[in-house]
C-alpha cells in the first residue's frame, strides 16, 4: 500500500498541530461554536446526540495490520472499547473527548492516517470497490487513482466550501460495479477505448440522499494525464454555480439535473479549456511511481484450489461460510476472504478493540498484513491461501466474526440512526438486530439467497437505503417513530432505485412486514435461481403490497 | 405544560440540562423546571451566546412529569436522556 | 484608521470603503454596481477599487485590469465562490492589483485564500491580527498547483 514520504507525513502532522490550536482556542473562547463547527468538521469531528463523534478516514478502505492496531489502541484508550465501520469505508468513534482528539490525531498521524475532509462542505475520502487488485474480472487496480485523487482532494484551497459534501468513487472493473459509482457526485470507471488506451468513463450527479438520482456519463473517455484538471474543472463549475440558498438543494445532482447534462458537460469543457496548463497533466512516470505501491504481494506459486471441495464437507458451518464468504481471486491458489462485521446482537460495522487486534494478526498470519473496509460495513481479507480458510475460519469464530452471511438477508448495511445520530429521525440499529434475530437459520438465509437490506434512520441515506434490494427509512411522526419500506433497488451496474411499497410502518410492524415480502418471494420466484430483485423487477410490487398490506389497492396500502 | 433547556457540553459533547440556579447538569432529573416557552428559549438563547465555553448549541425541549419524574417527550429527546437503546461495549 | 494583513504583513488599510450615493474621499473602494453605472468618471481616479458580491463572475467587471484593488466579499465564511472567482482573477486575467478578501474573513481560511491569489485581508471584527498572521505558517507543504504555484505536487516531489 500507499507509503507516506516525508511531503506526506508533513502534511497530515501539521495539520494535528492546527487542529491542536484550533480546540485550544475553542476552548480559550477565542472562537465561538459557530467558528470552531466549521474546523472541528472539516476535520471529521461532529458533534452526535451524547458526544462528540470522531471520523477517521481509510482513503480507499485499504488498511494496515499496524494501521488497525492503532486503531484498536485508540478504541481502548480514547473511547468505550470499539469503533464503528462505515458505509464510506471509514472508521468512527462515537465517545471521544474533545480534549482528546488532538491527541488522537498525533496518534493516527504516526501510522500515516487522519481524519482530513470525513466531514463538512468538501471533497470527502475517495472510495473504490474492495476487491480492487485482486478481482478476477478487474481491467486495471483503480488504487494508484484513489491515492492520487487523495492527494489532490487534500487541503485543496480553492474547493474547501463546496455547496455541499462531494464524494467521489473509483472502480477499475467495468464489468462489475462494486463500488456504486452511479451513485456519486463524481464516478470514475477505467475503461479501454477503440484504440485499446486506457482512460476513464466520468459519471457525475448520482447521489442518494433526499433527492435519489443515477449519475451521468459526463465524459465517456478522459486520457489519463487529464485527469485531476478535469475534475478540478467539474469542481469549479459546481463551486460556481451550485445552489447556495438550500442545502437540500445544493448537491451536485441538482444542479446537473437543472442545467442538462449537455449544458453542464459543455461548461464543465469550456473551463477546461480555459484552465488546463501542461504542468497539470498527470505524467505517466507519477502514476508509475504511485502504482507500485499498489504491486501485487509475494504470491507462492500454487496450484489452482476450488474451494468447493470445502462447501461439501463435513463441517458445514465451514461448509457454509465458505460458500457465502470466500470470493475468487485472480491468483491460482488464493481466495478473498469476507469476515462479516453482521455480528447476532452487535451493531452492524461495531468492531471491539479486542477484535480489532485479533483481525490485524490474523492479516498478518493470512493476507500480507493487509485488509479492507468495504462499503457494505465488512472487512475483507484479501489474499488468503486457499487452503488456510478452515484455519482463518476457526480463528474468526474465536473471535465472534466468523458469522456466514455474506450478501444474505441478514447482511444489513445500517446507519446509526437516533441511538446516536444528531440528524435521524428514527432508530435503525435496534431494526436490524432484529431482523437478524429473526432470520438466524442459515437454510433459510441460503435459501432466500443474494438480498440487500439497508436501513437509513433519516433521508440523508447513510444506510443507502434507496439502492437496498428491501430499503427501510425511519421517519418521525410527531416523535414517534415509523418505517417505509422500499423495494428494488441496486448500487451496481443495473444500478436502479427503490420504490416505497405502501403506507409507512410501526415499529411492531416493520419486521413482520420484512418476513411477508421474503416469504412472498420464496412462493414466487420462477425457480431457486431467480434473485429476489429479478422477482421484483419482473412482477412488480402487487404481490408484496397484497403480502404486506393486505391488498394492492393503492388506498388500503396507502402509498405516500 | 413544562420545558427545560437542554445543550451539549463543549469539553466530551454529553448532554447537559440547565438547573434552576444557571448551571449544568448531565441528568435530566436535575433539569429546572420552566412553565414557559418563551422563557426557555430565551434562557437557551443567553446560554449559547453567553456560555460557549462550557456548553454549545442549547436548546429548549417540551417535557413531561409523571409522579415527580421528568420525561422528554420525544424519542429523539429520551434517547438523548437514558443514551443509547442498544447495548454500548464499555458503559464508562 | 483599520489595519488589515497585506502581503502577510499588518499594514494601516490606505483604502476607504465609500457607500454607494456618499460621496468620495481617499483612495475609494467601491460597490460592483456603482463602478458599472459611473464608470466614465470613475476611472480617472489615480487609484480605485471595486467591492464585487459572490454571485459575479470575473467577466461581470469591466475593465478589471486597470483596477488598482479587487475586494471580493465572502458574504459568510462557508460562501466559496470567491476563492473559484480569484483564481480565475489572477490566473486566466493575469491582474497584478491587489485583491482582497473583505466580509466574514477567519483566520482559518487565510492560507487557502492566499493560495487562490488573495494577497490582503480585511478580517472579521474583533478578530485578531497577530494571531491571524500565525496561521500563514501553519500548512506548509501543499499537494495541487494554486494562484502562486504552477506546479502541482508530482512536478515538485
Not at chain 1, 59 to 68: D, K, M, R
Request: proline share 5%; net charge neutral.
Amino acid at each position: 500500500m500507499y507509503q507516506y514520504d516525508d511531503y506526506d507525513r508533513r502534511i497530515i502532522t501539521e495539520r494535528a498541530q492546527q487542529f491542536r490550536g484550533q480546540v485550544t482556542r475553542r476552548l480559550s473562547g477565542e472562537i465561538t461554536e459557530d467558528e470552531f463547527k466549521p474546523l472541528r468538521l472539516q476535520n471529521g469531528l461532529y458533534r452526535q446526540l451524547h458526544a462528540y463523534m470522531l471520523r477517521v478516514a481509510v482513503p480507499y478502505g485499504l488498511l494496515s495490520s499496524t494501521q488497525v492496531r492503532k486503531l484498536a489502541h485508540i478504541a481502548r484508550t480514547y473511547d468505550r472499547g470499539y469503533g464503528h465501520f462505515t458505509t464510506r469505508q471509514n472508521i468512527q468513534y462515537n465517545w471521544p473527548k474533545l480534549t482528546d482528539v488532538p491527541t488522537i490525531l498525533d496518534e493516527l498521524a504516526s501510522v500515516e492516517m487522519h481524519a482530513v475532509q470525513t466531514s463538512g462542505n468538501c471533497v470527502r475520502n475517495i472510495t473504490a470497490d474492495h476487491f480492487a487488485g485482486i478481482a478476477r474480472d478487474e481491467l486495471e487496480d483503480p488504487r494508484p487513482y484513489c491515492e492520487i485523487l487523495r492527494q489532490w482532494s487534500t487541503f485543496h484551497p480553492e474547493f474547501a466550501h463546496l455547496p455541499r459534501k462531494f464524494k467521489i468513487a473509483v472502480t477499475g472493473t467495468p464489468g462489475e460495479d462494486r463500488a456504486a459509482v452511479r451513485f456519486h457526485d463524481i464516478g470514475l470507471r477505467i475503461v479501454e477505448n477503440a484504440r485499446g488506451e486506457r482512460g476513464f468513463e466520468v459519471l457525475v450527479g448520482g447521489g442518494m440522499g433526499r433527492t435519489p438520482i443515477i449519475g451521468e456519463v459526463v465524459r465517456e473517455f478522459l486520457p489519463k494525464k487529464h485527469f485531476l484538471s478535469y475534475i478540478d474543472s467539474i469542481l469549479r463549475v459546481y463551486n460556481l454555480h451550485g445552489r447556495r440558498d438550500n442545502k437540500y438543494k445544493a448537491r451536485i445532482k441538482i444542479l446537473v439535473a437543472a442545467l442538462g447534462i449537455d449544458e453542464f458537460r459543455r461548461r464543465v469543457e469550456e473551463d477546461w479549456e480555459a484552465s488546463r496548463t501542461p504542468e497539470l497533466e498527470l505524467p505517466d512516470a507519477e502514476i508509475a511511481r504511485v502504482a507500485a505501491f499498489f504491486a501485487p504481494p509475494a504470491y507462492e506459486s500454487l496450484p489452482a484450489s476450488d474451494p468447493t471441495r470445502i462447501v461439501l464437507g463435513k463441517d458445514r458451518e465451514l461448509g457454509n461460510w465458505v460458500r457465502n464468504n470466500v470470493v475468487a481471486h485472480k491468483v491460482p491458489g488464493y481466495s478473498a476472504v469476507i469476515i462479516s462485521v453482521k455480528q447476532k446482537g452487535t451493531p452492524p460495522g461495531d468492531v471491539s478493540d479486542t477484535q480489532m487486534d485479533a483481525i490485524a494478526g490474523l492479516a498478518d498470519r493470512f493476507s500480507f498484513g493487509h485488509l479492507v473496509v468495504t462499503h457494505t460495513q465488512n472487512l475483507v481479507l484479501t489474499d488468503v491461501k486457499t487452503s488456510e480458510l478452515p484455519a482463518l475460519h476457526a480463528e474468526l469464530r474465536r473471535i465472534d466474526l466468523g458469522e456466514a452471511n455474506a450478501n444474505k438477508i441478514t447482511d444489513i448495511i445500517t446507519c446509526p440512526g437516533l441511538d446516536y445520530c444528531d440528524l435521524a429521525n428514527a432508530r435503525s440499529i435496534p431494526l436490524s438486530l432484529e431482523i437478524s434475530e429473526r432470520f438466524d437459520r442459515i437454510d433459510y438465509l441460503n435459501d432466500v439467497g443474494d438480498v440487500s437490506i439497508k436501513i437509513s434512520g433519516c433521508i440523508n441515506a447513510c444506510g443507502h437505503h434507496h439502492v437496498g434490494n428491501i430499503g427501510i427509512l425511519g421517519i418521525d411522526k410527531r416523535g414517534v417513530e415509523f418505517y417505509q419500506l422500499m423495494l428494488g433497488g441496486s448500487p451496481g451496474n443495473d444500478a436502479s432505485i427503490g420504490k416505497i411499497l405502501g403506507r409507512a410502518l410501526a415499529q411492531d410492524e416493520i419486521v413482520d412486514a420484512v418476513e411477508k415480502v421474503l416469504d412472498r418471494y420464496l412462493t414466487i420466484r420462477e425457480s431457486s435461481d431467480e434473485r429476489f430483485l429479478d422477482t421484483v423487477r419482473r412482477v412488480g410490487f402487487d404481490p408484496f403490497k397484497v403480502a404486506v398490506y393486505g391488498s394492492a389497492d393503492p388506498l388500503e396500502a396507502g402509498a405516500e | 405544560m413544562f420545558w427545560v433547556v437542554t445543550a451539549n457540553f463543549t469539553e466530551d459533547g454529553a448532554v447537559a440540562y440547565r438547573r434552576s440556579d444557571g448551571t449544568w447538569a448531565r441528568a435530566l432529573a436535575e433539569a429546572g423546571l420552566l412553565d414557559s416557552e418563551a422563557i426557555a428559549k430565551e434562557l437557551a438563547t443567553t446560554a449559547t451566546q453567553r456560555e460557549q465555553r462550557e456548553i454549545s448549541d442549547a436548546y429548549p425541549i417540551q417535557i413531561d412529569v409523571e409522579n415527580g419524574v421528568i420525561l422528554a417527550q420525544s424519542a429523539r429527546e429520551r434517547i438523548r436522556a437514558n443514551g443509547p437503546t442498544i447495548r454500548v461495549r464499555r458503559p464508562d | 484608521m483599520t489595519q488589515i494583513i497585506r502581503d502577510r504583513a499588518i499594514v494601516d488599510d490606505d483604502f476607504v470603503h465609500i457607500a454607494d450615493g456618499a460621496e468620495l474621499s481617499g483612495k475609494p473602494i467601491v460597490s460592483l454596481a456603482r463602478y458599472i453605472k459611473e464608470r466614465d468618471s470613475l476611472r480617472t481616479l489615480p487609484a480605485l477599487g471595486v467591492r464585487v458580491p459572490p454571485d459575479k463572475l470575473p467577466a461581470d467587471i469591466p475593465d478589471l485590469g486597470r483596477l488598482t484593488l479587487i475586494a471580493l466579499e465572502l458574504t459568510k465564511f462557508t460562501e466559496g465562490r470567491p476563492y473559484s472567482v480569484a483564481r480565475m482573477i489572477r490566473q486566466r486575467y493575469g491582474f497584478k492589483g491587489e485583491l482582497r478578501a473583505v466580509g466574514d474573513v477567519l483566520r482559518d481560511d487565510l492560507r487557502y485564500l492566499e493560495r487562490c491569489g488573495f494577497n490582503a485581508f480585511e478580517l472579521k471584527q474583533g478578530k485578531s491580527l497577530t494571531s491571524a498572521l500565525e496561521a500563514f505558517a501553519e500548512l506548509g507543504p501543499t499537494y495541487q498547483a494554486d494562484a502562486n504555484e504552477p506546479l502541482p505536487i508530482y512536478r515538485r516531489r
